[in-house]
């Protein structure tokens, strides 16, 4: 692979999301949200569509992964940036 990887500044993120740093790099390199993602036919009004099918697998995913069982949880995690590149969005 011979490229250094270094992930944003998780100042201030718990101990429990650094393990999903690792988790988003290997599914990254290896394409598997991306699949996944691509099993889902996207049927909104694509003028209207905020996040791509792929951020949103890629947030529930996560979510489920680190522990988090519903989407509540989703409305506080919005607001964290390292949250937010783990799932793919852009800062």
């Known amino acids: 692979m011979g490229v250094a990887w270094r992930p944003p500044s998780t100042a201030g ?3 429990a999301t650094a ?3 690792l988790l988003r790099e290997v599914a990254e390199r ?3 949200l991306r699949r996944f993602a691509g ?3 996207d049927y909104r ?5 905020e996040h791509t099918v792929s951020e949103l697998v890629s947030q529930r995913v996560l979510a489920q992964v680190q522990g988090y069982e519903d989407l509540n949880d989703h409305d506080t995690l919005r ?3 390292c949250w937010r590149w783990r799932a793919g969005s852009e800062i």
């Open 13 to 15: 993120a718990r101990p």
């Open 19 to 21: 393990g999903l740093l």
């Open 30 to 32: 290896t394409g598997l």
């Open 39 to 41: 099993c889902f036919t």
């Open 45 to 49: 009004r694509q003028d209207l569509i």
């Open 79 to 81: 607001d964290d940036r």
